[in-house]
């Protein structure tokens, strides 16, 4: 149980479209849902923070206006990279969490490459 | 801010060595502490967790105990086996988690 999917697993874009990354609960309801970005060889770094239904609590430095995040329903948290960049080329990888549990489970992640 | 520090990788060893990865936390309070497994190809999964001080977490063979005082919390294994190859990151907090920088363990036959 408590399997968190992702999709794509890996995408290419070219510089300034935008790209969606899907983040999936598959057998339990995510209350909470949590975005990370991970450069080669480097920590996850938490970008921002996701509740059912509430506008995503977002970490310093991280501009909310380039990564948009929604988390309409309980099974299912968006991430949209928007006028991607070189630099925006990363590893994303999302958590959830359901009500009233403590553990985050953790999706595959996506490799987003941006050309 | 808080930060954890591990031990940096690669890490190779042979079978049925014996395993220490240091991890090492700055943090104000009492923060929970983990250890993540991530296997290649699939998302990171808990190996084990602490949540006060001299708490250890053990799970498939593999211990960490939560030292207070020396703001601790390594990883150990008495016996590795090649299907435990993987990247291993520490981790602290509750509702927010910082990671270490993870390190890459490969284990020969």
């Known amino acids: 149980g408590a399997v968190v999917s992702q999709h794509p697993s890996w995408v290419i874009c070219k510089s300034g479209t935008s790209v969606k990354i899907e983040c999936r609960s598959l057998d339990f309801q995510a209350t909470t849902m949590f975005w990370y970005r991970q450069f080669p060889k480097q920590s996850l770094m938490l970008m921002a923070t996701?509740?059912?239904?509430?506008?995503?609590?977002?970490e310093q430095g991280v501009e909310k206006d380039k990564f948009l995040i929604n988390h309409a329903s309980l099974t299912l948290s968006t991430l949209t990279v928007t006028s991607a960049h070189p630099e925006d080329s990363s590893f994303y990888i999302c958590?959830?969490?359901?009500?009233?549990?403590?553990?985050?489970?953790f999706g595959p992640g996506t490799r987003l490459t941006v050309t | 801010g808080d930060s954890v520090t591990q031990m940096e990788g690669p890490v190779t060893l042979s079978e049925e060595a014996f395993l220490t990865i240091n991890c090492t936390y700055t943090?104000?309070?009492?923060?929970?502490l983990f250890w993540y497994v991530q296997y290649p190809g699939e998302g990171l999964q808990l190996l084990l967790k602490?949540?006060?001080?001299?708490d250890k977490g053990s799970n498939k063979g593999f211990e960490a105990t939560y030292r207070k005082e020396t703001t601790s919390f390594h990883l150990e294994k008495g016996s590795v086996q090649v299907s435990d190859s993987a990247v291993y990151f520490c981790a602290r907090g509750a509702q927010k988690l910082v990671f270490g920088q993870g390190t890459r363990l490969t284990i020969n036959p």
């Open positions: 943090a104000t309070g009492y923060p929970s």
């Open positions: 996701s509740n059912e239904g509430s506008k995503a609590t977002y």
């Open positions: 958590s959830a969490r359901g009500g009233g549990a403590f553990e985050q489970y």
């Open positions: 602490a949540t006060k001080a001299d």
